[in-house]
């Protein structure tokens, strides 16, 4: 595969999926972070399994292993899906990062040898792994045009987050690489279908 076919990918499933992506953005509150999403309300919700993306949504960019708020997330939310119903699906598996959670959450598996987000292999495979149909996973992701249209894409269900990790004093230049992505995104959805993205009066995707 082309090593900027999933940027590719973006571009065409974003412009398929405009209308939902819109939904998402407007539906989601601009505080929401990874640490307030309650687990047990999450199951209340139909959601089966976990597909998370690390950067931004566990620790900033270039960390080799979660926040410690994010690590005390990680360990409630084993206790209420079961650790291997979680999984990481991120663009970056470091074998660092492989390694801090084979020492930590051994049963919480990585996503790996699969095209990259916003294709929608990984979650297919998420689901078999787990067991469960794709409309009951929730992909976690700070990114509207890889992880949150790849669940859209698969038939999984999205959660946008809107406040990720940043630590400008650790990678200045690749935060603000990012998060001019994360605006140049939003701005794209603005512009596609203004209508929809007035506003964030909902709460967060489930």
């Not at 999205?158 to 603000?176: G, K």
Request: glycine share 8%; proline share 8%.
């Amino acid at each position: 595969m082309p090593p900027f076919a999933h940027i590719f990918a973006g571009f065409s499933f974003g412009f398929t999926f405009r209308r939902e992506l819109a939904r998402i953005l407007r539906e989601t509150r601009p505080d929401s972070s990874t640490t307030t999403l309650d687990p047990a309300r999450l199951t209340g919700g139909g959601i089966a399994a976990l597909a998370l993306d690390f950067d931004g949504v566990l620790a900033p960019h270039g960390f080799s292993a979660p926040l410690p708020e994010a690590w005390e997330w990680l360990a409630r939310c084993s206790a209420v899906f079961g650790a291997d119903r979680i999984f990481i699906l991120s663009n970056k598996p470091t074998e660092a990062r492989k390694a801090w959670f084979r020492d930590h959450f051994p049963e919480i598996r990585f996503i790996s040898g699969v095209r990259k987000k916003p294709y929608p292999d990984g979650l297919k495979k998420a689901g078999e792994l787990a067991r469960v149909p794709l409309s009951a996973i929730l992909m976690v992701d700070d990114r509207l045009l890889t992880g949150c249209l790849a669940a859209l894409v698969a038939g999984a269900r999205p959660c946008y987050i809107r406040r990720p990790c940043i630590s400008l004093r650790h990678r200045p230049l690749a935060e603000l690489f990012f998060m001019a992505l994360r605006a140049g995104e939003r701005l794209l959805l603005f512009w596609s279908v203004p209508a929809m993205c007035m506003g964030n009066r909902g709460q967060t995707s489930r």
